[in-house]
């Protein structure tokens, strides 16, 4: 794999990624969305519609005041779609999901064209861009070295070197070539992942259906990935608070721009003695081996997801010169957090399965309402 550590030419990618934005906003049509039932819809005294829902593996949370024109059950109506959106978008582009498009990109064989939607298109030409951009500490072609590892944490016991090896020749963002409706895979062994930043894609194509439809006042998570629009009525912003270490807190008043939490201090795992965590180091393709919790503002949830993603693969110093130099982009927090004792993990695995957070990759966030 080739380094993501050298010098890159930031001002090119920042003008490729505008230019891809541009490009590819407003292409398709309105694709018909599935029938969602959300888990929850609330309405508040003050007009506020929540409607939470499960999607990708998590819980999708939509809050929204009714835009001009509507009631609380337009509104409601609304939400429900903005949640149908999500899961349209998880059918194209889920790795877990063997029906969608995506996962027959990588049943596919290498060498071969294969043609792909304009939504996949969309999404993964996103994606090489945010690689592209990171210098692979961003890397949506990791989809063997996360299979393997995930094989390796569940047995407690890291995988051989000629494992390891195999996998990670089968990754690299530059092996996968894109255009024209046409996706082809230069090696043999390629599965493409989009979890890195998937959930944030998700939040920003709900973000312009809603105000599409003339909802532009809402604030939407994905328990580590969040997203708002303009202020609720008569406040300044939505309010959110995030980690910065050592039990501290900080609480922003957001609007029109996305944050994204990424961390792996809550999902360590030890193996042989030594503390590994979820989240992948491409180079190595094993799970990073500190505690290390990373917090982006950004004005696109998909950029938000995917820089904090790389934030916690890149060393700080290399992290903020990258993100200073893009418009928009602020690092919130950056902190390493040892590991959590056991009792704590337990805790959190019994609030997953009371439904109270869906598998995080960042435990910084809390809203505030």
Not at 6 to 22: K, M, N, T
Not at 117 to 135: F, G, I, W
Not at 230 to 243: M, N, Q, Y
């Amino acid at each position: 794999m080739s380094s993501f550590f050298r010098q890159a030419a930031f001002p090119a990618c920042c003008a490729c990624l505008l230019s891809v934005a541009g490009a590819i906003r407003g292409q398709e049509g309105e694709a018909e969305l599935p029938s969602v039932e959300p888990l929850s819809c609330a309405h508040s005294p003050d007009g506020k519609v929540t409607v939470r829902g499960a999607v990708m593996g998590t819980v999708f949370t939509v809050r929204a005041y009714p835009g001009s024109g509507m009631d609380a059950e337009d509104a409601e109506k609304i939400c429900r779609e903005a949640l149908a959106c999500a899961v349209h978008w998880e059918k194209v582009m889920s790795a877990m999901d063997a029906e969608s498009e995506l996962a027959r990109l990588n049943a596919a064989e290498y060498g071969i064209s294969v043609p792909v939607s304009p939504e996949l298109e969309r999404v993964l030409l996103l994606a090489l861009n945010y690689a592209r951009l990171t210098n692979g500490a961003f890397d949506p072609t990791l989809g063997p070295c996360i299979r393997l590892w995930k094989k390796s944490r569940r047995l407690g016991i890291l995988p051989s070197d000629e494992e390891r090896e195999g996998a990670l020749r089968a990754c690299g963002w530059e092996k996968l070539s894109v255009r024209k409706g046409l996706a082809v895979k230069s090696v043999p062994g390629m599965r493409v992942d989009l979890g890195g930043m998937g959930k944030g894609f998700a939040l920003d194509r709900m973000a312009e259906m809603l105000k599409t439809r003339g909802v532009c006042s809402f604030f939407m998570d994905s328990t580590s990935d969040v997203l708002a629009g303009a202020p609720p009525p008569g406040e300044p912003g939505w309010r959110l608070r995030v980690d910065t270490g050592n039990g501290q807190g900080e609480v922003l008043l957001l609007s029109h721009a996305a944050v994204s939490t990424s961390g792996s201090a809550h999902q360590m795992v030890k193996i042989g003695g030594k503390s590994y965590s979820h989240v992948l180091d491409p180079r190595s393709g094993l799970g990073v081996t500190e505690g290390r919790q990373v917090s982006v503002r950004a004005l696109s949830a998909a950029l938000a997801d995917a820089l904090a993603t790389a934030g916690c693969v890149m060393c700080e110093e290399n992290f903020r010169s990258l993100t200073g130099k893009l418009p928009g982009v602020s690092v919130l927090s950056f902190f390493q957090d040892p590991p959590c004792s056991v009792v704590e993990m337990q805790k959190q695995d019994v609030l997953r399965k009371e439904g109270g957070m869906g598998p995080m990759k960042g435990m910084a966030k809390q809203l505030r309402f």
